[in-house]
T-cell receptor
Framework: RKEVEQDPGPFNVPEGATVAFNCTYS??????FFWYRQDCRKEPKLLMS???SGNEDGRFTAQLNRASQYISLLIRDSKLSDSATYLC???????????FGRGTSLIVHP | NAGVTQTPKFQVLKTGQSMTLQCAQD?????MYWYRQDPGMGLRLIYY???????DKGEVPNGYNVSRLNKREFSLRLESAAPSQTSVYFC???????????FGSGTRLTVV
């Protein structure tokens, strides 16, 4: 089993839709979690950290489920500009090494 | 502008040639990383430096060497380039493991 797994998609949704991605991780000692966004042929950019209590940033909501070992990203009212690949990142306790998922592709169409 | 700067942005090498990819950050970050990204493979860690003066192998270190020249700079060297090293290379840095990583804009390397 891979350390961090994501459904590669693509998720093809209309503008205004709500879409959710999950990311599962295998190391129960994982302590830090992030969602990154990567546009085609660009570098990954931090979208948001994921806190134990869940957190929201505008249309984006991130949640952590430690019992089931997954994090989620919910995007409400999807915009065309949300089209990108979303990477989850997991860091194990005491480690300086982030493990990246392979990403989930989102395509928002008119 | 503050951030992570990578040079060059594009490079074409012939098999067997050597080159060094440069990375510098001006955010006073402790840890720096080199990744390669290939279609369908995601980001794979080549080498990392947890702090100035230390370097460690990542998932795919073969064919590469690194130098943490000082706190700002972390270079990646290909001693004898091979076609399998054709990829996009990203440098990243972070101040601590509870904070997000900042990436450079990448180097697109083709080995022919």
């Amino acid at each position: 089993r891979k350390e961090v797994e994501q459904d590669p998609g693509p998720f093809n949704v209309p503008e205004g839709a709500t879409v959710a991605f999950n990311c599962t991780y295998s190391n129960s000692a994982s302590q830090s979690f992030f969602w990154y966004r990567q546009d085609c042929r660009k570098e990954p950019k931090l979208l948001m950290s994921v806190y134990s209590s869940g957190n929201e940033d505008g249309r984006f909501t991130a949640q952590l489920n430690r019992a089931s070992q997954y994090i989620s990203l919910l995007i409400r009212d999807s915009k065309l500009s949300d089209s990108a690949t979303y990477l989850c990142v997991v860091i194990s306790g005491g480690s300086y090494i982030p493990t990246f998922g392979r990403g989930t592709s989102l395509i928002v169409h008119p | 502008n503050a951030g992570v700067t990578q040079t060059p942005k594009f490079q074409v090498l012939k098999t067997g040639q050597s080159m060094t990819l440069q990375c510098a950050q001006d955010m006073n970050h402790n840890s720096m990383y080199w990744y390669r990204q290939d279609p369908g493979m995601g980001l794979r860690l080549i080498y990392y430096s947890a702090s100035e003066g230390t370097t460690d192998k990542g998932e795919v270190p073969n064919g590469y060497n690194v130098s943490r020249l000082n706190k700002r700079e972390f270079s990646l060297r290909l001693e004898s380039a091979a076609p399998s090293q054709t990829s996009v290379y990203f440098c990243a840095s972070v101040v601590g493991d509870r904070y997000g990583y900042t990436f450079g804009s990448g180097t697109r390397l083709t080995v022919v």
